[in-house]
């Protein structure tokens, strides 16, 4: 029998990711229910499955139910920081083809996505970011053929896979799961919100209450950070470019402010653009001594790192997570988990809960998928009765019971003759 390539930090540890992944799979009953179709029906018997996503109990979760459903599964970390080790582990127990261990290097990291695509060529893919997608189509271009079609799970993936996809580039068809209500509302509002403050918690140990938050981005990962902050007593400060989104900041009783002015203001700055820069060197010449900053933001790319790095006299870790660059008067500036996706890499990323019906669109998406959705090359759209069923099975769970329209309101919901 051929052995499962891997490459994790220390197989030993699968005792204890083991038991992180059950943990998880208690506040995942949506993702559950598709396990038990799958394991009737296997919608994916045959096929295999190439993954870039945070390896984290979740989506260990995950890699059980599409490995339920009939798949090979190979799975590369979508982030050098957020990877669970002991996670890792007990999914190459398992059976599944993991290269992922937590604090590689950016070679490394991007040779574990090579290794994933390389283990069997790919009919379906699932991207967490866009990198596994880009890499198809750079390094591994003669594997492009065999991929029926894949998904992807974030905003600054599904903006990369339209710019691809703009530029002529995209040649296999990929779902947006991103896109979907139950995707949007829940991760990265509910999710993010929660586990960004989670994270500046458990690596700070700050008291919020007080003090003054500045979030940059006020979509809808912006939106939950400022409002879970909010509800902690946090003084909260948005920084936007879209007028449409100030406004809706402004609304919602926050003060918007461009970030100059923020830059003097904040106790703590949390960037949530998908945009580069945000935090810049201007800004850190502003900010007053002791802040903390952290990114929320997919990649490493919103506080200008090298900025920081190069205009301070030292720069030392002073707690796990925690790095504190002093500047030439004497301020000290703390970055948390070196401008990573705060989150994961600080934090256990979003509540099992919430990934509970990301991943089970997911599933539910890949299934289609290999049922022979025939879709050209691009970017499509969740099918509408898939994110409802999810969004269905989630109020099941939770004991949730809805009205239902009598006759004579979907008539009237029909008709156009009828007025008051
Ligand atoms: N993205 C955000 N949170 C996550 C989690 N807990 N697992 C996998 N991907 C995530």
Known sequence: MAVTP??????????SGSERIDWAARAMPVLAQIGERFSAAR?????????????TAETANLMRVLRAGGASVALAASNPLSTQDEVAAALVADGVAVFARRGVDRAAYYAHIVAALDVTPPHLVLDDGC????????ARTDLIAGVRGGTEGTTTGVIRLRQMARDGRLRVPMVAVNDTGTRRMFDNRYGTGQSTLDAIMRA????LA?????????????????ERARGMGAHVLVTEIDPARALEATMDGFSVVPMAEAAARGDVFV???GNRDVLRAGHFAAMRDGVILANAGHFDVEVDVRALASGATARRTVREQVEEFTQPDGRRLLLLAQGRVVNLAAAEGHPAAVMDMSFAGQALTLAWLAAGADLAPGVHPVPADIDAEVAALKLASLGVRLDVSSPEQLTYLRSWEQGS
Do not use: I, K, W, Y
Not at 6 to 15: R, S
Not at 43 to 55: E, I, K, Q, R, W
Not at 131 to 138: A, I, R, S, W, Y
């Open 210 to 226: 007080g003090r003054t938050l500045v979030v940059a981005g006020f979509g809808p990962c912006g939106q939950g950070v400022a």
């Open 271 to 273: 960037t949530a653009t």
């Open 6 to 15: 891997f490459d994790v930090a220390d197989p030993e540890l699968a005792g």
């Open 43 to 55: 919608p994916l018997a045959g096929l295999s499955v190439a993954a870039c996503m945070h390896v």
């Open 131 to 138: 990198d596994l997608v880009t890499t198809l189509h750079t």
């Open 204 to 207: 700070t140990n700050l008291l």
